[in-house]
Antibody, heavy 118, light 108 residues
Framework: QVQLVESGGGLVKPGGSLRLSCAAS????????MSWIRQAPGKGLEWVSY????????KYADSVKGRFTISRDNAKNSLYLQMDSLRAEDTAVYYC???????????WGQGTLVTVSS | EIVMTQSPATLSVSPGERATLSCRAS??????LAWYQQKPGQAPRLLIY???TRATGIPARFSGSGSGTEFTLTISSLQPEDFAVYYC??????????FGQGTRLEIK
């Protein structure tokens, strides 16, 4: 069965960096677009970034552009999110998700909490 | 950016009754709309895509309708496990991918 398992969350000070990882299994990872979506405490869902099968097509939400970098390693079935210059407003649960045809999200990980606070 | 607006913010319905949730897009998204269910402490789950196609394993009591700018998620006979937050998401015109703010379905 499809599994997405995030790791790397934690507490970081404003201006700091963090790298999230997502280990995928149960499907051919290189056949799918992948994405990160976040959810601030008690709030709704916010799309963060996605990338295509071979990383040739990458997009970011305006709120993270220039600070976050998405990447993948198809040999390791892994997705990453490098988060730099973190702000308090980046505090959220970050979900690794699989995109179907690059359109909607059919599988979600359990999420990893990132807290940005001094 | 296409803005998705869900109504109502909170819906109180008794078990066994029908629930109707609405989602409106700020411009046409054709039928490029998905619905998700999120229970407390859990990740969202895909319910509907293409405005009306149920995802794998989703019970028939969940149905989606609409096109253009007006969409509806209907749960025909509410079960205890259906009380959750529901989000719509458009994928016709992106980036950015945009979600509605959610409708909380609570037990009356």
């Amino acid at each position: 069965q499809v599994q997405l398992v995030e790791s790397g969350g934690g507490l970081v000070k404003p201006g700091g960096s963090l790298r999230l990882s997502c280990a995928a299994s149960g499907f051919t990872f290189s056949d799918y677009y992948m994405s990160w979506i976040r959810q601030a405490p008690g709030k709704g869902l916010e799309w963060v970034s996605y990338l295509s099968y071979s990383s040739s097509y990458i997009k970011y939400a305006d709120s993270v552009k220039g600070r976050f970098t998405i990447s993948r390693d198809n040999a390791k079935n892994s997705l990453y999110l490098q988060m730099d210059s973190l702000r308090a407003e980046d505090t959220a649960v970050y979900y690794c998700t699989r995109l179907v045809n690059g359109y909607y999200f059919d599988y979600w990980g359990q999420g990893t909490l990132v807290t940005v606070s001094s | 950016e296409i803005v998705m607006t869900q109504s109502p913010a909170t819906l109180s319905v008794s078990p066994g009754e029908r629930a109707t949730l609405s989602c409106r897009a700020s411009q046409s998204v054709s039928s490029s709309l998905a619905w998700y269910q999120q229970k407390p402490g859990q990740a969202p789950r895909l319910l509907i895509y293409g405005a009306s196609t149920r995802a794998t394993g989703i019970p028939a009591r969940f149905s989606g309708s609409g096109s253009g700018t007006e969409f509806t998620l209907t749960i025909s006979s509410l079960q205890p496990e259906d009380f959750a937050v529901y989000y719509c998401q458009q994928y016709n015109n992106w980036p950015p991918i945009t979600f509605g703010q959610g409708t909380r379905l609570e037990i009356k």
